[in-house]
């Protein structure tokens, strides 16, 4: 039997180790993948801390990766072919219906074993060919992050060019790409975040300017400097929930896929209803979404900022990155492969 | 000069008061109408009260009407002719864009002069054919109301066939319109109200099952009796807000109106985001919501609610039923004409 090498999550509250597994074999419908690359994610962080719902390791995690197909199940319909470098769709399962997902909806990483590791099995639906302008850190920064960005700003919010965005949370893997996607489209971007170095990183980078939230001015200079906005794309939720509410123009959208801050304070819809506001909420994204932002990231060559590519060995140091937030942009660990 | 008689509010805090006034000439793009019927809104009591932004009386109030065409400006397009039997679209000059209303958007009845009057002037493009099916107390029933419903239920959360739908404090005009249209639509319909006898009567005209919303269980009965909500209508807001949300089925969309019982209590984001909800704002209705619910109207043969009419000179006792919420349907005043 030949074997892989996992980083297995043995118990949580601890830091995933890389262990000898057996590499498994594809089901009929499944395709294999050497792994090239995986980027990691919050959710990552909250499996590890045992603070999200139904997990009891040993797990193999990771939501994020691109490799090399390296075995097809004999029923598989797919247009990849052994060889090919291919991304993964992390939503398993969706469903049909495009509006909501399926009760057997589950995201790769756990329950089933995900991307951090050399070699992973998926459904052959959730296999794409890799946009060839990626590096692969680049490709392992963008499934997940970039499908919820997508669907939370197209799908959800409906953002047509010409329309002002605000984005929040600069710096983290859905806003960033949020923040590209949105210009793709054609949109005015502009962005929050409660860190100056992250607010400089864009304004250098992407011309982006913003606001830092931890200002007591910051709606009013948004309002002054950048006038309402049409769409919101919201991670964070908690207290400044309101003032966001408060920037949307007539006929707005803030799509939430997120809530870091905690509770939204207590609303009055007589400040909304007038303005025809939408709140939707969004989360992952249907096969139909991942299509779509694989087709909007190759059209317009969007590179997902990726903060840093850590070695497999340097796997702690990488998830002390996302214990403290001190990240901007996705971490990605290279597998040797 | 001809005159005419109005209904004038002469000082906040008191009722209107029928008054001589001269008979208004239509603009040359406006048409006149003598007017048969017209209803009360929850707006023309608040007006009533000062409790409207912008109000300085003298006003004629209302906002819903029916009559016959007795003068047409020199330059209108429009298809009807004098004599003709029309009602009023009481939302003027929305604007272009369906998602929301111009900033130049006002609702017929302050500060313009409204339908508590013998005769009333509004543009030619607000004035259409009245379905034939309709008593005139039933017209002076629907437009305000109707066009409120329309645009919630289906052009703000887009209701479908076969969806089931709850529709919160069963007996307001918007309410009720809203249970007979989403019926209509092929929807399975629910409804709350804090008052048995109106549950009772929805139960017994409509068939239409309802909670109380002062039971403590009334969300828990709702969940097994009718099991989750794929669309709310919703006009009453406050602590029971977060009981509403709970109840909605994934990709359920909450469509809100207004806010009688205040704010929104705190609101748990990661309670919405996985079940890709929707809280979407309505106000009013574009042309376009106007002509839909008419067509609705005339297709499905719907007759408002009319719970009294009352003779002109009984104006103080339907102002009274407004105040004290006794009223189950409309409150329509018929206009001796």
């Known amino acids: ?46 499996i590890t801390q045992g603070q999200y719902p139904g997990v009891e390791p040993p797990h193999t995690l990771g939501s994020d990766g691109v490799g090399t197909v390296d075995s097809i199940g004999t029923e598989a319909v797919t247009s990849v072919s052994v060889g090919d470098r291919v991304i993964v769709n992390p939503g398993l399962f969706w469903g049909n219906n495009d509006a909501f997902q399926d009760a057997h909806f589950e995201i790769l990483g756990v329950p089933r074993d995900g991307t951090l590791a050399e070699h992973i099995v998926v459904p052959s639906e959730n296999v794409a060919a890799c946009p060839k302008h990626l590096t692969d850190s680049e490709a392992a920064a963008l499934p997940l992050a970039g499908v919820t960005a997508y669907r939370a700003l197209v799908t959800r919010a409906n953002l047509q060019p010409g329309e002002r965005v605000l984005i929040t949370g600069l710096g983290g893997g859905v806003s960033s790409l949020g923040v590209l996607f949105a210009r793709a489209l054609g949109a005015e971007v502009w962005g929050t975040s409660g860190q100056g170095h992250k607010l400089e990183f864009f304004r250098e980078t992407y011309d982006i300017h913003g606001f830092n939230y931890h200002s007591d001015t910051w709606t009013k200079d948004a309002k002054s400097k950048a006038g309402g906005f049409d769409v919101i794309l919201d991670g964070t939720g908690g207290a400044g929930f309101n003032g966001l509410l408060k920037l949307l123009n ?12 905690g509770t939204w304070p207590e609303i009055l819809p007589q400040h909304l209803f007038y303005r025809q506001l939408s709140i939707v909420a969004s989360t992952m994204g249907s096969p139909r979404d991942f299509e779509g932002m694989l087709n909007l990231v190759t059209t317009h060559t969007i590179r997902p900022i990726v903060w840093k590519t850590f070695e497999a060995s340097d796997l702690g140091q990488a998830f002390d990155a996302l214990a403290t937030h001190s990240q901007l942009g996705k971490v990605v660990i290279n597998i040797p492969n």
Chains 1, 2 share one sequence.
């Open 1 to 46: 039997m030949t074997t892989m090498q996992a980083a297995r999550l043995e118990a949580v509250k601890s830091i995933p180790t890389w262990t000898s597994l057996p590499v498994p074999a594809p089901g009929p419908n499944d395709v294999r993948i050497k792994v090239k690359a995986a980027a990691l994610n919050r959710r990552d962080f909250w």
């Open 250 to 261: 007539p006929g707005g959208r803030i799509a939430f896929y997120g809530g870091t801050q």
